[in-house]
């Protein structure tokens, strides 16, 4: 329910954006019992938005679990990835958030706990220690968060792009999917020179409820939505899946870093930035359910701005090396690769073992996984002659 009420002039915690990385902090603080001094400011009317998060059961804890278990809409116990002549189905649970779900559950828990949601409130501008609203009313707080997403530019860094067009179909007939396939790149998924590495992935939420997506790692944010639209359609027909409606539509397009961003995820002066916007997700599959959860829970016990930066400043920490691998596997794939050859880098990936590959989705590899990851034959298609002319591109 939307909460019209004036805010109260100062409360210890402010978050601004209630998606996954800022209502999972309300809810870690909830639970701790901290509830009634958090605001969730949210400029949707319900908290979560438009979106679907999957992740791997192996990439939180029993504490991660504890808390985002109960979002959980869909699991299954195992998942597939398609190649050019080779695909490999992967033992371990693979789980999946609807936004329907996540806002029913989480909206509720908040209310139960007391904390204060405002629902389809604009934020004007925010800095370290208050909000201000459109309607011109400002709200001060001990702590404030930035939750609120990507802003793309300069200041973000050099940058590829994951972008997708997901539909959710309701199907005439019994479809031939029973696991997920986060990555279609078989022989009938075309690659283009052009366009950049093209997968597609299919979340089958029942044997007639699907969802598919037609993503593309390019070198551009820009997304001609009604074209791969078409395509998932196509993908769908093309498998005998008969699509009696589209339920819903779902479009993304998310950073991939070449390059540490300046300033993130905090500076002096400006609010905690989480999520997306503070760089905190899996910089290669835009994963970011499980760093989100990190992150919930360092900042739940703290109540000041010097506790809670000094927990976002450990979550960083730790995450630092996986952070600088990551972007340094994008610029070998966006930089050293020819855009139809890349999908030879994620074929190489999927060939390690199930152990390794679990630990590098959970943001969590070793220094002998990372070697494992770069030492030997590169992928078909690496040229070290590309890599250096775009690095030299970059730095003039």
């Not at 019209?4 to 601004?16: G, L, N, T, Y």
């Not at 870690?28 to 019992?33: D, H, I, R, S």
């Not at 959980?72 to 649970?93: I, K, L, T």
């Not at 769908?236 to 008969?242: E, I, N, S």
Request: aromatic share 8%; charged share 25%; proline share 7%.
């Amino acid at each position: 329910m939307t909460d019209k009420r004036a805010p109260a002039d100062s409360v210890d915690f402010v978050i601004v954006g209630g998606g996954l990385a800022g209502s999972l902090i309300a809810l870690a603080k909830a639970e701790l019992g901290l509830a009634r001094s958090v605001t969730l400011i949210e400029q949707g009317t319900q908290l979560g938005g438009n979106h679907t998060w999957s992740f791997h059961r192996t990439d939180l804890d029993a504490e991660g679990w504890g808390l985002v278990g109960p979002l959980v809409a869909h699991r299954w116990p195992r998942y597939e990835v398609r190649f050019p002549g080779r695909s490999r189905a992967m033992e371990g649970d693979y789980v999946s958030i609807t936004s329907d779900r996540f806002a029913r559950v989480v909206e509720a828990r908040l209310a139960l706990a007391g904390v204060r949601v405002l629902l389809d409130r604009r934020v004007r501008d925010l800095d370290e220690g208050a909000v201000r609203f459109d309607d011109g009313t400002e709200l001060r707080g001990a702590v404030v968060v930035d939750a609120r997403g990507p802003r793309p530019g300069p200041a973000a860094g050099r940058a590829a792009f994951q972008k997708f067009v997901g539909l959710e179909l309701d199907l005439e007939e019994d479809g031939p999917w029973d696991m997920p396939v986060i990555m279609d790149a078989g022989e009938d998924v075309e690659q283009s020179s052009s366009e950049g590495f093209r997968f597609v992935y299919v979340l089958p939420f029942s044997r007639r409820h699907v969802l598919i997506e037609d993503t593309v790692y390019g070198d551009d944010p820009g997304l001609d939505e009604s074209a791969l639209a078409v395509r998932v359609v196509a993908y769908a027909l093309a498998r005998g899946a008969h699509v009696r409606r589209v339920l819903r539509r779902e479009v993304g397009v998310l950073p991939l870093p070449l390059e540490k961003a300046p300033g993130l995820p905090f500076e002096p002066g400006s609010p905690l930035r989480v999520g997306y916007g503070g760089g905190l997700f899996h910089p290669v599959t835009g994963y970011s359910l499980p760093i989100a959860c990190r992150v919930a829970r360092a900042l739940a016990p703290t109540r000041t701005r010097a506790e809670a930066d000094e927990a976002l400043a450990a979550v960083a920490r730790e995450l630092a090396p996986q952070q600088s691998f990551g972007r340094l596997l994008n610029r070998l794939m966006f930089e050293a690769m020819m855009p139809a050859r890349r999908w030879t880098a994620l074929e190489r990936f999927y060939r390690m073992p199930p152990a390794t590959i679990a630990r590098f989705y959970a943001s969590r590899t070793t220094f002998w996984d990372r070697a494992r990851l770069l030492v030997g034959r590169p992928p078909a298609g690496v040229s070290w002659r590309r890599l250096l002319a775009s690095r030299a591109g970059a730095v003039s």
